[in-house]
């Protein structure tokens, strides 16, 4: 298993971008399918996007395909989310997950960072 510490949150305007990033510590990092999910205030946790162990294969919920970017430096231990043209719906904790496929359920990951809160103003 690994341990997973999301950063790059913070108070944005809309239109404006933030990236968000997801530094694992561990020696599995680079066998594990990674995953961003974010939740809002009184709403479902949320799939956001993923990507497999390779980098070759990301996937993206439909509200944020075209602005946001999943990618991963497996010799940085570090999962990347770059999040463009921010809308202020996009405000919500995000969190890091790694499992073994980069499905869209939450229940595929097994493990889970604290989360960093993105607030996007209009």
């Known amino acids: 298993q690994v341990q997973l510490v999301e950063s790059g949150g913070g108070l944005v305007q809309a239109g404006e971008s933030l990236r968000l990033s997801c530094e694992a510590s561990?020696?599995?990092?680079?066998?594990?399918?990674m995953a961003w999910f974010r939740q809002a205030p009184g709403k479902e946790r949320e799939f956001v996007a993923s990507i497999s162990w390779s980098g070759g294969g990301t996937y993206y919920e439909n509200s944020v395909k075209g602005r946001f970017t999943i990618s991963r430096d497996n010799a940085k231990n570090t999962v990347y989310l770059q999040m463009n043209s921010l809308k202020p719906e996009d405000t919500a904790v995000y969190f890091c997950?790694?499992?073994?496929?980069?499905?869209?359920?939450?229940?595929?990951?097994?493990?889970w960072g604290q989360g960093t809160q993105v607030t996007v103003s209009s």
């Open positions: 997950a790694a499992g073994t496929i980069p499905v869209r359920t939450q229940y595929a990951y097994k493990i």
């Open positions: 561990g020696r599995t990092f680079s066998t594990d399918a």
